[in-house]
């Protein structure tokens, strides 16, 4: 038996590490902190952001260097500090961003060229993407463009969609155009600002990245009845598990497993064994043997590097590269993987999967014993007090035939649905025969199968070539497969797809040259280029600095991690940190709450229930309905906050929130969906009715008819930076620092719920990362809670709501359903539109698109008759809201969906239906108004000859007969957007200082990525005549930009451009008899100081309302964009190949940013209509998807691979002051292009088996599994 040390006297219980080159010594750090919040709260080093804390975000991402055990050379890698501990950091060196460049030292090349390709909107993103590249070029400092973006796999950015992000990036690869910025040289990577100068200067050098020293002595910390133990030895880890093998503990490897199961534990006792040189014991082989805590990224080096000796290793490496993302596989562990599924049955795990398809083995030890073991017994072992040593992988024969797959609801970083790893031994010189029992290996079906063994066992000494052994093994695969039933997937797609995987493995078995063409393609994966984009815009020289292309004046603050939102401002004395409590289950009431758990977590404070709010219990505003801060007794929806707890920390704020007890009474099943409202007549009493000529009577008359229905979902906002507010009581009142769109709003919702006077609620609004409509209406609830707590204990609080309480309590987009039927002649023009639309507002309306419909629905198709009804559901969810091109995105779709059911109907390309029911200036819409602004008929038909559209689609033809398996789809989809402005009222403030010139701007929009300070910067230097670099716009807030309305709509940079120009133009004028007096040409710092001088009011305000009788749009926008892509139909899977979007952006302010908010708003788009699914649990309401887990926004590789933006040329807006049209979310309506290419796609699977005759609706989200049960296939058509 190993010897333990004693504990407390040979267990060293200090930290040692370097932060940015500066040496940091943590004496006994608490184990349930992780280096982000280190970071962050300690060293006020908030440049590393903080979101999920879940690894799949990656805007905490660091990196770091320390001595690697498996060959003792340095190692530099990323990784996410969110799930990182403190405690395994001992002598690492750390770079954060701040550690690479900034304003003082200069910036570094990654954070430069970020900014100046326009990758930064928000900038929430931004750091963590200029470190994760930072540790790439560290890595490999030459990477090919393929690595760059392999390398982006793990961070979402809501924002710009990512084409400007990648583009940066990729401006660093060796076989990237030199033009574009070229590779950087070592020097230049590591030439860091130094820490304590703020100069430049060679970083590693000074211990910025270097080995600064590896500790080798045990470690114990023990705080809060918590201990981490770090043995360095074996014996010390078997002494450690000796002695706790009772205790709640956990051996520790990457810590990564707590990103995926947030709720194991808790545990008394922590064994960090990163430290342990036995288990990074690997051997090249063959057999590769590998120590348990190699981390995956080392796997797969090991893999590539064995790969000459087997090609299964490739096929192994290939797979591993799909597993999490960069940074989880830099740190965690094959071991940990394997661990979470011994744990968790129900995990599809793909290290389980593939290892035991290779029939790799595992080998254990316990009590200095070791036992190897295959994968799937060592499942069944118990691992108390035993730890994994190793992995021996065998090469196979080199007569195997050995795959691995994986489909997942997104491209990168997701979990899979089905994974399967297939072995077979051929005998090729015979007949193609299986010589011994296969491994057919599959995770994701339900707890307890891993091999399918009755078709193993079938195939044995068959020959494969013939029919009858596909049949058989199919028959027996198809009997033995029972897929747990889930809501997030259902059992008939889990099977089905195995039963594809293992068809595309028989054929890839069979090879080629046994098979018909047709089938040939369906043994490969669907294969994506490296991505690609143009961008093409006009610009007028003459009026620079307006209309002139720049980046966001902040993008390089943002890069580098400077610019401050409301969390990373560094807390003031005594301020204190919340947390909603919220409801799980909808539907009920209120039992009891009991918090005195909560109340013994470290550093608990308070809570504070509907009795604290000294107002009204209400976030909402009159006329809208009441809607409680803390629910008082009704609970409509699981997520609706019922309480708020406070603590010293986030962290034990987050803590505590989980520790209240509640009891529900009276608990009904929730209506979740609009087919069930409809059933139940839960309808809140809002209801739209148009009509517009006889619609009744032209739909009995003409020649066709068609009815139906198609709906699509609710979307989470996922801006980058959850909603927080932070609320300071003064001797004033209350100031209020809110992420927030609605400063307005805000204001009147703290006054009304801490009954002051609006006067006293002072709000302040920087920037905030992200909004899309999240941040509007839906920011007052947080504001509203954070003040009452401020209030109450009369101290700073901060509330910075954690992801899951986040998505579950706030509001979303609304989903919508619509039934229709529609007349119309051989031609396919529209003679009749009947149509009733549901829109579920959630449990209230917060807001409502009833109203706008009579300016939305038709989209920019004619028809003479319509009957449009509109009703609103009551259901059991978050109050619905603005959600980025909210109301509109819905309509939209609905309506091209009509177009796509003529167009099948009568057996035409959609494109001519679309084309020849199109506006022409002079025809009116539903609500009466006339166009006069439309040229969408233009627009399309420049569309088509520049994509070549038609004879895309010969190709696109010509390849669907030729493929079986493999389809492709295109489709054009135009726009037509109402502008409404005269909702809209933003007070702007300008002055100059009269001291050097210099001009300040607050305007009333808030600055969210969509880059309005910087649009009202070039307006205001061009109206003064004074360069960029003299102005500077201040946070926006109540006091200079009073009675501010939303940013939202699209609206605000233009009509705060307005405001600037309407400023300046005064300011003009009162300063230019001055300019005169002095020679008409004087130099402006004089001229200003003359002004003053002289007494002239060197400031202005101005407020913007563009008011128009009744409900209005000012003017429309148009677009129109082609999509093509490719369907994999065995799986579902997708590749958006190719979008070709042209825009009309009238006279663009700034063409770099509008492009940026085209891309932006498209790529949101195809989040909605191909990834993010909200699902709820049928009996608790509770929101299923609630973490980066099972909600999937689109990654890097779901953009469009090669994306071609134009916004339309010589083009103009009349109805604008600065005569450019809105940009940030018409845009996004024209991603459902790539939904119906899908179905276009789907339409040709569906002929292929005879099923292609009736019209289907594709409703989104078109996930991976909706389009792969849409092509209703039938494992009877698989076939040699
Ligand atoms: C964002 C994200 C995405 C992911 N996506 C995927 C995916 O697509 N497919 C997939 O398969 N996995 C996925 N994972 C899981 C990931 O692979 C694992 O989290 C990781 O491999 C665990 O390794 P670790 O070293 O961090 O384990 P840890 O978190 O340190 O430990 C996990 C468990 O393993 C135990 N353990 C660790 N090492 C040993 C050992 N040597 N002996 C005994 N017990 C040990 C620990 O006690 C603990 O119970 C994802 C994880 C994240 C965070
Ligand atoms: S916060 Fe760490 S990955 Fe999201
Ligand atoms: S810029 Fe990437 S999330 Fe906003």
């Given at each position: 038996m190993p010897i333990l040390p004693d504990a407390n006297e040979d267990f060293n219980d200090k930290l040692t590490f370097w932060v940015n080159g500066k040496r940091h010594v943590v004496q006994n750090p608490d184990p349930a902190m992780t280096l982000n919040e280190w970071l962050r709260s300690q060293r006020g080093l908030t440049g590393t952001k903080v979101m999920c804390r879940e690894g799949g975000c990656g805007c905490c991402v660091v990196m770091v260097t320390h001595s690697d055990l498996t060959n003792g050379g340095p190692c530099s890698y990323s990784l996410n500090s969110c799930l990182c501990p403190l405690c395994s950091v001992d002598g690492w060196s750390i770079t954060t961003v701040e550690g690479l460049g900034g304003q003082k030292g200069g910036f570094h090349p990654i954070q430069r060229r970020l900014a100046d390709f326009n990758g930064s909107q928000c900038g929430y993103c931004s750091p963590g993407m200029v470190v994760n590249m930072y540790g790439l070029l560290n890595k490999k400092p030459q990477p090919s463009q393929q690595e760059v973006e392999n390398h982006f796999d793990g961070h979402i950015c809501r924002c710009t969609g990512y084409r400007p992000i990648l583009d940066a990036m990729k401006s660093f690869a060796v076989d990237a155009d030199p033009g574009k910025g070229g590779c950087i040289d070592i020097e230049d990577l590591n030439k860091h600002p130094c820490p304590s100068a703020g100069e430049s200067c060679n970083g590693a050098s000074a211990n910025g990245n270097g080995v600064n020293g590896t500790s080798t002595s045990p470690l114990r910390c023990c705080q809060r009845g918590v201990t981490w133990y770090r043995p360095t030895t074996l014996a010390e880890l078997y002494g450690l598990l000796e002695r706790h093998s009772q205790d709640r503990y956990k051996l520790v490897c990457g810590n990564t497993a707590t990103g995926v199961y947030k709720n194991d534990g808790p545990y008394s006792c922590l064994i960090d064994i990163k430290s342990v040189p036995d288990l990074y014991n690997c051997q090249t082989g063959p057999p590769l043997v590998v120590g348990s805590a190699v981390s995956l990224s080392a796997v797969v080096d090991l893999l590539r590097a064995g790969s000459d000796r087997s090609p299964s290793y490739s096929v192994l490496a290939d797979h591993l590269c799909k597993v999490a993302n960069v940074s989880v596989r830099n740190v965690g562990s094959w071991a940990g993987n394997l661990m979470i599924k011994h744990a968790h049955p129900e995990f599809p795990s793909d290290v389980f999967t593939i290892m035991e398809a290779a029939g790799a083995k595992v080998t254990i030890g316990f009590r200095g014993e070791s036992q190897t073991m295959a994968i799937s017994d060592f499942w069944g072992t118990t691992m108390n007090g035993k730890v994994i040593h190793s992995l021996e992988i065998p090469p196979g024969n080199p007569e195997d035939v050995f795959r691995t797959y994986k489909v997942a609801p997104r491209s990168q970083n997701a979990h899979a649905y089905v994974n399967a790893g297939f072995r077979m031994t051929l005998d090729r010189q015979s007949e193609v025969k299986v010589v011994t029992k296969p491994h057919i290996v599959f995770g994701g079906i339900n707890k307890t199968m891993v091999h399918a063994s009755a078709t193993e066992d079938f195939l044995v000494g068959k020959r494969i070539t013939d029919a009858e052994t596909l049949r058989g093994a199919l028959t027996a695969l198809q009997a033995e497969l029972v897929p747990d039933e889930s809501a997030l997937q259902s059992a008939q797609y889990t099977k089905q797809l195995a039963m594809g995987l293992f068809y595309k493995f028989y054929l890839s078995a069979v090879g080629k040259e046994g098979l018909t063409e047709q089938v040939c393609s369906a043994a490969d994966s669907l294969t994506r280029p490296v991505s690609r984009g143009e961008q093409h815009f006009q610009t007028k020289e003459s009026e620079w600095p307006v209309r002139q292309p720049m980046p966001k004046t902040s993008s390089r603050v943002q890069a580098s991690g400077e610019a401050i939102y409301i969390n990373d401002m560094p807390a003031t004395s005594g301020e204190v940190y919340a947390a909603f409590v919220t409801s799980t289950v909808a539907n009920c009431k209120l039992g009891n709450m009991d918090f005195s758990h909560a109340m013994e977590i470290p550093g608990a404070v308070a809570y504070l229930t509907a009795a604290d709010v000294k107002g009204e219990n209400n976030y909402n505003l009159p006329p809208s309905p009441v809607a409680e801060i803390f629910s008082s007794n009704e609970v409509s929806f699981a997520g609706q906050p019922v309480a708020l707890v406070i603590a010293d920390t986030q962290v034990h704020a987050d803590a505590m929130a989980k520790a209240v007890q509640v009891t529900y009474t009276d608990i009904k099943t929730p209506i979740l969906t609009i087919q069930d409202a409809i059933t139940a007549e839960s309808f809140h009493p809002i209801v739209k009715e148009v009509v517009k000529g006889d619609p009744k009577g032209a739909l009995a008359a003409a020649p066709h008819r068609v009815s139906g229905e198609v709906s699509c979902g609710s979307q989470y906002h996922f801006y980058m930076e959850t909603q927080v507010c932070r609320c300071t009581p003064t001797e004033d009142g209350m100031d209020v620092q809110s992420a927030t769109q609605s400063m307005d709003s805000v204001q009147a919702s703290v006054a009304q719920a801490t009954g002051m006077s609006a006067h006293r609620v002072y709000v302040s609004v920087k920037r905030v990362g992200g909004a899309f409509g999240g941040k509007a209406a839906a920011s007052k609830l947080p504001a509203a809670a954070c003040a009452v707590a401020a209030q109450n204990l009369n101290r700073t609080v901060r509330l910075s709501m954690c992801l899951d309480a986040n998505m579950a309590a706030m509001s979303k987009r609304a989903p919508y359903l619509v039934k229709y039927e529609v007349g119309f002649d051989d031609e396919g023009r529209l003679l009749a539109v009947v149509y009733n639309l549901y829109e579920d507002n959630g449990c209230s309306v917060n807001t409502c698109f009833l109203p706008i419909l009579p300016f939305t629905a038709e989209n920019v198709y004619y028809c003479p008759n319509w009957e449009l009804t509109g009703q609103t559901c009551k259901t059991h969810t978050a109050p619905t809201t603005y959600t980025r091109a909210p109301g509109f995105v819905a309509v939209h779709f609905c309506m091209e969906h009509i177009i796509e059911h003529v167009a099948k109907t009568l057996n035409k390309d959609p494109t001519d239906i679309r084309r020849i029911n199109m506006f022409e200036n002079g025809q009116t819409i539903l609500s009466g108004d006339t166009l006069s602004d439309c040229n969408i008929a233009q627009l399309c038909d420049d569309l088509l000859t520049s994509a070549k559209i038609k004879q895309r689609q010969q190709e696109i033809e010509v390849f669907n007969k030729e493929h079986r398996w493999k389809k492709r789809g295109l489709s054009v989809v135009p726009l037509r957007y109402a502008i409404f402005t005269s909702f809209f009222r933003f007070t702007v403030f300008v002055a100059i200082y009269h001291t050097d010139g210099s001009v300040v701007i607050t305007h009333g929009g808030i600055e969210m990525g969509q880059g309005v300070d910087t649009k009202v910067m070039q307006v205001a230097a061009a109206s003064l005549g004074v360069p960029m670099e003299m102005i500077h716009t201040m946070s926006t807030n109540t006091l200079s930009s009073p009675n501010s309305t939303d940013s939202g709509g699209s609206v605000t940079s233009d009509l705060n451009c307005k405001g600037v120009l309407e400023c300046c133009r005064r300011l003009n004028e009162r300063i230019n008899p001055i300019r005169q007096e002095m020679g008409g040409a004087p130099k402006w710092t004089e001229l200003i100081n003359t002004c003053h001088s002289k007494g002239v009011d060197l400031s202005e305000k101005y407020m913007e309302h563009h008011p128009l009788p009744g409900l209005r749009p000012t003017y429309n926008s148009f677009g129109v964009t082609c999509t093509e892509v490719e369907l994999d139909v065995l799986t579902g899977e997708r590749e958006v190949t190719r979008s070709d979007i042209l825009f009309?952006?009238?006279?663009?302010?700034?063409p770099d940013l509008d492009i940026g908010q085209v891309e932006g708003a498209f790529v949101f788009g195809l989040g909605y209509w191909l990834t993010e699914k909200c699902v709820y649990d049928k009996e608790t309401g509770r929101l299923l998807t609630n973490g980066t887990w099972e909600y999937k926004p689109p990654a890097t590789k779901d953009i469009p691979a090669d994306l071609r933006v134009t916004l339309l040329p010589n083009s103009s807006n009349p109805y604008s002051v600065m005569r450019s049209k809105a940009v940030s979310?018409?845009?996004?309506?024209?991603?459902c292009s790539a939904l119906f290419a899908l179905r276009q796609a789907i339409q040709s699977a569906r002929e292929d088996s005879d099923n292609g005759a009736d019209f289907f609706p594709l409703n989104g989200p078109a996930t991976v599994e909706t389009c792969h049960q849409a092509c209703l296939l039938d494992s009877s058509n698989f076939t040699l």
């Open positions: 009309d952006c009238g006279e663009s302010v700034n979310e018409p845009p996004l309506l024209m991603s």
